[in-house]
């Protein structure tokens, strides 16, 4: 079985400042990592991934994550926030392994940028 | 990227009424789709998985009967509430895979859909 625990309901931070999101996974078998972001009342929208190869893995919007597998961690960073960053944020892991491409999501990180 | 569209984006109903939310996947073949749910300020939890021409998987806990998965073809999925109450109330989302990124991981989902039971 997989898992997924995001620390953090909510974060605050103001424009310009770093964003971090963190995201820790448990699983058995090699995963496959994801973040994706949810705007109010629409679906969701893929950030990043990370499947194999290299561990930095760069997404839209400045959006970046490192898959440390010694941690268990896919921790989420911006460098500066800005305000159309004001979003929920999940984390989640399928196992790279099964063709089902099931996906387990962390509980969300709500995030909000001040002015 | 893939595109995965759902109607009705809102949708209010009486009590003991059923309503049909339709997923479709406009530019790719999808032999699978899943459903979640998402109650307010909450993760999605995965419903079933719809494959086309065959019976739906559900998770533990999640009634067949209230929530009737159609999977009649490869580009349309569709998700029956059942005699609703206000209890189904929630935000109901649906993904697919695209099959031609098989292995990739990646599901491409819905805009997402409304419903409000009175």
């Known amino acids: 079985a997989q898992s997924v625990t995001q620390l953090g309901s909510h974060v605050s931070v103001s424009e310009g400042a770093l964003v971090l999101l963190r995201c820790n996974y448990s699983?058995?078998?090699?995963?496959?990592l994801f973040w994706y972001v949810q705007y109010p009342n629409q679906g969701l929208q893929l950030l990043l991934k990370?499947?194999?190869?290299?561990?930095l893995v760069k997404g839209i919007n400045g959006f970046e994550a490192e898959f440390k597998k010694s941690e268990t961690s896919f921790h989420l960073t911006k460098p500066s926030a800005h305000m159309s960053d004001a979003a929920e944020y999940f984390c989640a892991v399928s196992d790279a392994r099964a063709a089902g491409n099931k996906l387990t999501f962390g509980g969300g990180t709500r995030v909000l940028v001040k002015p | 990227g893939a595109v995965v569209s759902q109607h009705p984006s809102r949708v209010i109903c009486k009590s003991g009424t059923s309503v049909k939310i339709e997923c479709r996947s406009l530019d790719f073949q999808a032999t699978t789709m899943f459903w979640y749910r998402q109650f307010p300020k909450q993760s999605l939890m995965l419903m079933a998985t719809s494959n086309e021409g065959s019976k739906a998987t559900y998770e533990q806990g999640v009634e067949k009967d209230k929530f009737l998965i159609n999977h009649a073809s490869l580009t349309l999925s569709t998700l029956t509430v059942t005699s609703a109450h206000p209890e189904d109330s929630s935000f109901y989302i649906c993904s697919a895979r695209d099959p031609r990124l098989a292995g990739k991981g990646e599901l491409f989902f819905g805009e997402g859909s409304r419903l409000t039971v009175l």
């Open positions: 990370y499947t194999t190869g290299a561990t």
């Open positions: 699983s058995s078998v090699p995963p496959y």
